[in-house]
């Protein structure tokens, strides 16, 4: 079971809050609307990812070309984050 807390509810009952993780439940912390934390019981994988095989050796990993531009690649990235 997974359930949502804010940050200023976690830190008023902590105790409790770590008492119901121990129990089995997940806790996700939300701080203004945003989870930020996720709170797991001990031993209980915190997603479902799994390790596999390469496809191929990183020998035959083929890289692309150096990008060429006629400016600097900096100043194309102070300008955009000048538009934000």
Known sequence: MTRDVTVE???DHLEERLSEVRE???LRVLQNGTVVAEMNPP???TDNL????AI???RDVVLPPPLETKR???EYLLEERGER
């Open 50 to 53: 799994r390790a596999r095989r």
């Open 24 to 26: 089995g439940v997940t």
């Open 9 to 11: 509810e976690l830190q």
């Open 72 to 74: 600097d690649i900096v």
């Open 56 to 58: 191929k050796s990183m």
């Open 43 to 45: 031993g209980q994988p």
